[in-house]
């Protein structure tokens, strides 16, 4: 492809592009589709001669669209929103054409730099505590990492040896040699990471890629799922009776069932107990409700991040936050010979490589650097309260329908969680603010059916959970291109589909 | 920024984008700046309000492009290629425009069985044994990854998990008791993960990571810096005496450092020597020169991976392949309830997810499918044959100053590892291909001088490393962009710096 065929396609795929935007709320968000449903469209074998763009951007329209599930739908309403705009898209335009595995600061300084920027600016735009910045006298700092999975594991790594090294060191032992070698595995394998049942499955995820024990804290629907610190102790003090060593702590912003928060600062006290919980390393995953700190309103929360808080990670470009880069780079820092170069010897630069399990990196900082600008803070902070709004508005209109739906957690980040009550159920309260939902065989059943039969139809998509044992429907509303009138309409879906399935008993 | 501004601002970014790949032949292949550059440059807040297109695609010209180590320059030489196409750049917009990530098959449908079928596509492309494609009696397949690196750790944590279970089911342990936790850690802490000394260290990184012990198989030139089975043979007779347990092999078509490719018949038959030396894990990184593969005269080589092999990863697209896909998800499956869904409950569908440390990820599947179709397999033979014998040139002009240089180790794939003689040596020979460079602190000096020299002035971009004790420079002809002129202006570089040095003396 010369410089002239891409321009054309570019031109063309561009308009595609903005057509793929502004049609996308009418497709059906879930594709109609079965599995295998690609393999008979597309040739056994990659071509042998070229083939021109005109067919491929055919193709691209008649067979992958069509199986695609729509994220940038309004009526995209499941799991948690992963929103592009337009200046993101230019971002990726620029970054693939830059492509540099900036893995050091020689290999493409302004890569480098600009990330270091930018996750200054994006800290500062959260209000996150001073020692996350890159100039903060912690040493602190911000880096891109390929997806909130990969920045828990990345953090739990990094915990681990700056554990093992410290027991190990207090031990007297000497680095490099077999008897230090020999004891880490020792210590390792007492190790324990702990989260909340509500944490994200990267939480028990990053614990067995770093080949350690994961224990979790049970959360309650009486305390709308938040981890608390009586659960807390229950579990430090049982791998205290075990013999085990807790290293970890994750504590959530936004758990991905409910959106719950955790107990911050009630936490952080009971970690003050005892001389050994002290030294464990904290985590707060705020992968989904983290971009809400933008708004004003919500930055008290971040004051809590400020003391006995070692690191923060948020989806938004999936950006993560240490209190000080050393406990990174200690555990990461395999320099071999052809990655040496005069600027990182004398360690005045950063080498992102680093901060991370990937060597190569892509020039993501250009794209945060675009959306950042096209939209302003102030346009970021919108959108937040638009969103926040919508799901605002949802909760009311499940509220409004207390006879039928119940509202299991306490609505919030967008995301509103409920479920049908059951008619043969003695247990209804009619508030429809239940704080008390109670496992319920019959309210599961219908709840599921109702559920299934939304998804079957794709008009929306919305996901199901299980909390403390009570089957649910959750309702994200924080997709970009959601108005009103998208989110009144789920409420109707679920209300006509509800109304339906209770007639068919 | 609305669908008009947005048009507006990808014609201009596109014209933008032409005119970088016009002119990065002339530019500085390595930017004139000190670590710093860009903070004074950069406002030290984002801004409240929106900016114009203009003023941000103004920036990136006049702050970025100078910070930029241009990997696309036909200049480049150095590391190995991270080469962009036209197609990737339009694979790149609408991967960010479907952004769905896809981390099961409900997710976005087309997005996880395109990568099936590009996996297949590639995998046939490289003449992969058939056992890595996705409809092998094995079950096979395919995954992108974030990086090498990201494939390697993966790899590395799924050996450990298949090894840890395999001893202790077969010391009768149940899944999920007490007693299995324990034992586990008792086993994992004795668990090598070996490499070769000229293994990428994402190897050893990777055995990090997973939290295994590590230890290298040395290289000597007198082997052409390739893997042997004898010293293989030592490594694990040595474990075996320390009472350790080998569990992953990484072998290497193409070694960083010099592009060597390890000895794997020979490896694979020591492994047959002890029962428990076969059920090692074993990996092919062939990240750099695993693309030479798609031209036939080097298929030859893929025969190898047939029996005996357990991986394999490539950097083009960062593909990795697996033997059989379950030892991928049953390390790394962990579904809590708001994953599950009717399809991947049944098994019917591929969940890439568990095949990776990331949870969402890009639609890359159609960046591959754009530029296969977009050169066909005819186009990517020629590029390889291209790169390649401009490697051969090069290597011919060191070699016809042999009075100045002295090849080190064997050239190819575009690799060429080189060193200045030492006039003041006893040692040297005169063929210029010596296949014994013995360690010359002289030579080290001079050869050191001429690299940095060269890479000061930023004309062409070229790495040193250490081979068996003995400095040297490796240069990559590898770029899509590459000239034989250009290969011939490294040369007289090379050449020119090489006498301005001895003159200094």
Same mark, same amino acid.
């Given at each position: 492809m010369d410089?002239n065929?891409?321009?054309?396609?570019?031109?063309s795929?561009?308009?595609?592009?903005?057509?793929?935007?502004?049609t996308?709320?009418?497709?059906?968000?879930?594709?109609a589709?079965?599995?295998?449903?690609?393999?008979?469209?597309?040739?056994?074998?990659?071509?042998?001669e070229?083939?021109?763009?005109?067919?491929?951007?055919?193709?691209v329209?008649?067979?992958?669209?069509?199986?695609?599930?729509?994220w940038q739908s309004?009526n995209?309403?499941?799991y948690?929103?992963?929103?592009?705009?337009?200046?993101?898209?230019l971002?990726?335009?620029?970054?693939?054409?830059?492509t540099?595995?900036?893995?050091?600061?020689?290999?493409s300084?302004?890569?480098?730099e600009m990330?270091?920027?930018v996750m200054?600016?994006?800290?500062?735009?959260l209000?996150?505590?001073?020692?996350?910045?890159s100039?903060?006298?912690?040493?602190?700092g911000?880096?891109?990492?390929?997806?909130a999975?990969? !920045?828990?594991?990345?953090?739990?790594?990094?915990a681990?040896?700056? *554990?093992? &090294? +410290? $027991? /190990?060191?207090?031990?007297g032992?000497k680095?490099?040699?077999?008897?230090?070698?020999?004891?880490?595995?020792?210590?390792?394998?007492?190790l324990?990471?702990?989260a909340?049942?509500?944490?994200?499955?990267?939480g028990?995820?990053?614990?067995?890629?770093?080949?350690t024990?994961?224990?979790?804290?049970? !959360?309650?629907?009486?305390?709308?799922?938040?981890?608390?610190?009586? *659960?807390? &102790? +229950? $579990? /430090?003090e049982?791998?205290?009776?075990?013999?085990?060593?807790p290293?970890?702590l994750t504590m959530t912003?936004?758990?991905?069932?409910?959106?719950s928060?955790?107990?911050f600062a009630?936490?952080?006290?009971?970690?003050?107990?005892k001389?050994?919980?002290q030294?464990?390393?904290?985590?707060i995953?705020? !992968?989904?409700?983290?971009a809400?700190?933008?708004a004003?309103e919500?930055?008290?929360?971040?004051?809590?991040?400020?003391?006995?808080?070692?690191s923060?990670?948020?989806?938004m470009?999936?950006?993560l936050y240490?209190?000080n880069r050393l406990?990174?780079?200690?555990?990461?820092?395999?320099?071999?010979t052809?990655?040496?170069?005069p600027?990182?010897?004398?360690g005045?630069?950063?080498?992102?490589?680093?901060?991370?399990?990937?060597l190569?990196?892509?020039?993501?900082?250009?794209?945060?650097?675009?959306v950042?600008?096209?939209?302003?803070?102030?346009?970021?902070?919108?959108?937040?309260r638009k969103t926040?709004?919508?799901?605002?508005?949802?909760?009311?209109?499940?509220?409004?329908?207390?006879?039928?739906?119940?509202?299991?957690?306490k609505p919030g980040?967008?995301?509103?969680?409920?479920r049908?009550?059951?008619p043969?159920s003695?247990?209804?309260g009619?508030?429809?603010?239940?704080?008390?939902?109670?496992?319920d065989?019959?309210a599961d059943t219908l709840t599921?059916?109702?559920?299934?039969?939304i998804n079957?139809?794709g008009?929306i998509f919305?996901?199901?959970t299980v909390?403390?044992?009570?089957?649910?429907?959750?309702?994200?509303?924080a997709?970009?291109l959601?108005e009103?009138?998208?989110?009144?309409?789920?409420?109707?879906?679920?209300?006509?589909?509800t109304e339906?399935?209770?007639?068919?008993?």
């Amino acid at each position: 492809m010369d410089r002239n065929q891409f321009r054309d396609a570019a031109h063309s795929a561009i308009d595609d592009i903005v057509k793929y935007f502004d049609t996308v709320p009418e497709r059906r968000v879930l594709p109609a589709v079965d599995p295998g449903y690609l393999r008979p469209l597309i040739p056994e074998n990659p071509p042998d001669e070229p083939e021109d763009w005109a067919q491929i951007q055919e193709d691209v329209d008649t067979k992958i669209k069509p199986g695609l599930t729509h994220w940038q739908s309004p009526n995209f309403m499941a799991y948690y929103p992963a929103s592009v705009t337009y200046p993101s898209i230019l971002g990726e335009m620029y970054s693939a054409t830059f492509t540099a595995p900036a893995f050091n600061w020689l290999c493409s300084p302004a890569c480098t730099e600009m990330e270091t920027i930018v996750m200054d600016w994006v800290a500062k735009a959260l209000a996150l505590p001073e020692c996350f910045l890159s100039t903060s006298e912690t040493h602190g700092g911000g880096v891109i990492q390929n997806s909130a999975s990969d !920045a828990i594991a990345t953090i739990i790594v990094a915990a681990r040896e700056r *554990r093992v &090294r +410290e $027991v /190990l060191l207090a031990e007297g032992l000497k680095e490099g040699t077999p008897e230090y070698e020999d004891r880490k595995f020792d210590v390792q394998g007492k190790l324990v990471a702990i989260a909340s049942d509500q944490t994200h499955s990267s939480g028990a995820k990053g614990a067995l890629i770093a080949g350690t024990r994961f224990r979790s804290v049970t !959360a309650r629907l009486k305390d709308n799922m938040e981890m608390t610190g009586p *659960r807390l &102790r +229950e $579990v /430090l003090e049982k791998c205290d009776k075990d013999g085990l060593t807790p290293y970890h702590l994750t504590m959530t912003m936004g758990t991905t069932n409910s959106c719950s928060v955790d107990r911050f600062a009630e936490l952080k006290a009971v970690l003050q107990e005892k001389p050994h919980w002290q030294r464990i390393w904290v985590h707060i995953d705020a !992968a989904y409700a983290g971009a809400s700190l933008v708004a004003d309103e919500w930055q008290y929360i971040a004051k809590d991040f400020a003391e006995g808080v070692d690191s923060f990670n948020m989806n938004m470009h999936n950006v993560l936050y240490v209190r000080n880069r050393l406990d990174l780079t200690n555990a990461l820092d395999i320099t071999p010979t052809y990655l040496r170069n005069p600027y990182s010897d004398m360690g005045t630069v950063i080498d992102y490589r680093n901060w991370s399990i990937s060597l190569g990196r892509r020039f993501r900082a250009l794209k945060i650097w675009f959306v950042m600008r096209s939209y302003g803070l102030n346009g970021m902070k919108a959108h937040i309260r638009k969103t926040i709004g919508f799901g605002d508005i949802f909760a009311d209109l499940v509220r409004s329908r207390s006879d039928l739906f119940e509202i299991v957690t306490k609505p919030g980040f967008a995301l509103t969680v409920f479920r049908l009550r059951n008619p043969q159920s003695s247990f209804n309260g009619a508030n429809g603010t239940s704080e008390r939902a109670v496992q319920d065989k019959g309210a599961d059943t219908l709840t599921k059916k109702v559920y299934e039969l939304i998804n079957s139809r794709g008009e929306i998509f919305i996901t199901s959970t299980v909390i403390d044992g009570v089957y649910v429907i959750r309702v994200v509303s924080a997709n970009p291109l959601a108005e009103e009138k998208n989110v009144r309409n789920a409420f109707d879906i679920v209300l006509r589909t509800t109304e339906e399935v209770l007639q068919q008993k």
